[in-house]
């Protein structure tokens, strides 16, 4: 992605790694509904650690037991989670032919998606607590790697969430929770029909929107702390296109990453990464998180 093209709290974790939301756990069973397969170790824990799906089984495959399986073991068992022990050719077909299982898989409910209203109220939420309320919004970002890639940078980044479209945005399957490494299980997630009607909501509630280009923008290392202080919203274009120029109006701000070196382009997650962890750097100068 072009650098100029591309771009409330952290969750509270118990001690177990749980969600620390108030909210009840995922139910458990092996009922009806329908179900799909994670594979890998870090999508499959953090999926058992945040209890937002329902979980139905996990597969160890048989033999080749690792000690990164004793912790997921544990989780299951803990969980009420069936465990079984399978061949690997079972296992290898829960997933796409060029991806790592790490001998693992498992069956669960889909992940659920919240409401744009009840991300902006978890935010405000965080707010009280002295955390600054920072979203993500994707515009026509479509490849399911660079969403996972972009979930798991807004999570460690303390994103309160991410914001997704109805059209031109992928659905979170499995590979998207694989290129996230499981972040996308703690990661409040939206999908909107309008993103241009979302930020205008976002704004009136007292959001500043700062988008990802080049055009009448300014480089973000010499935006003042002031502009990009408080709620922010960041807002992220698709490769080689950029933020479409209706959402870019609804934007206060335009900044672009600058560039010292012979390519002149980031890829999305990466420049996301940049604009986040700067604005996560700027709170933390000004005291907040």
Not at 53 to 60: A, D, E, K, S
Not at 87 to 106: F, H, K, M, N, W
Request: aromatic residues 4%; proline residues 5%; charged residues 25%.
């Amino acid at each position: 992605m072009s650098a100029d093209r591309g771009v409330p709290s952290r969750r509270g974790r118990n001690k177990s790694g749980r969600a620390n939301r108030g909210e009840p756990r995922a139910h458990r069973s092996k009922s009806v509904g329908s179900t799909e397969w994670l594979y890998g170790i870090h999508p499959v824990r953090e999926a058992m650690r945040a209890g937002r799906r329902r979980l139905v089984r996990l597969w160890i495959r048989d033999g080749a037991r690792r000690p990164d399986h004793d912790a997921l073991l544990a989780l299951a068992e803990e969980a009420g989670v069936v465990i079984e022990w399978v061949d690997r050719d079972r296992i290898d077909a829960c997933a796409s032919p060029e991806a790592q299982t790490q001998g693992v898989a498992l069956e669960c409910g889909p992940l659920p998606e919240v409401g744009l209203l009840e991300l902006i109220e978890r935010a405000a939420r965080a707010a009280t607590e002295g955390v600054t309320p920072r979203i993500l919004a994707l515009d026509g970002v479509e490849d399911p790697q660079n969403v996972g890639a972009i979930a798991r940078v807004a999570d460690s980044a303390g994103a309160a969430g991410l914001i997704l479209t109805e059209r031109r945005a992928p659905s979170i399957t499995p590979a998207v929770a694989r290129a996230s490494a499981g972040a996308v299980e703690w990661l409040p997630m939206a999908r909107v029909s309008n993103l241009s009607r979302a930020l205008g909501e976002l704004k009136q509630r007292g959001y500043w929107v700062v988008a990802a280009a080049e055009d009448g923008g300014s480089s973000l290392f010499e935006v003042e702390d002031r502009v990009l202080s408080g709620p922010t919203v960041v807002v992220l274009g698709a490769e080689g296109k950029g933020v479409r120029p209706g959402i870019l109006r609804e934007s206060d701000h335009r900044v672009w990453v600058p560039m010292q070196g012979g390519v002149s382009s980031l890829n999305v997650s990466t420049a996301g990464a940049v604009i986040l962890y700067d604005l996560m750097r700027r709170a933390a100068a000004s005291g907040s998180k």
